[in-house]
């Protein structure tokens, strides 16, 4: 049977490489970004009136859900 010459595992028809360490850290930390800037843009479109005068604890609420998602779908791999 083949090998990947990148990952030394069996090569067949579905083969996917494992993703890296690095790779993952990546990914959570672009989740955690775009979570945050979600959070923020839909504080702003929401509450017009500005309310709302804190706004960390709904961007890092935001970010840390975006992030968890992500790494509980990049687990069903």
Do not use: N, W
Request: net charge positive.
């Amino acid at each position: 049977m083949a090998t990947c010459p990148k990952c030394r595992g069996h090569l067949t028809t579905g083969h996917r490489c494992r993703r890296t360490a690095r790779q993952q850290t990546l990914d959570l930390a672009l989740a955690g970004v775009a979570g945050g800037l979600t959070a923020l843009v839909m504080t702003a479109v929401f509450d017009p009136q500005q309310v709302v005068s804190e706004y960390d604890g709904y961007i890092m609420a935001g970010a840390i859900a975006l992030a968890m998602l992500t790494q509980s779908l990049m687990q069903q791999d």
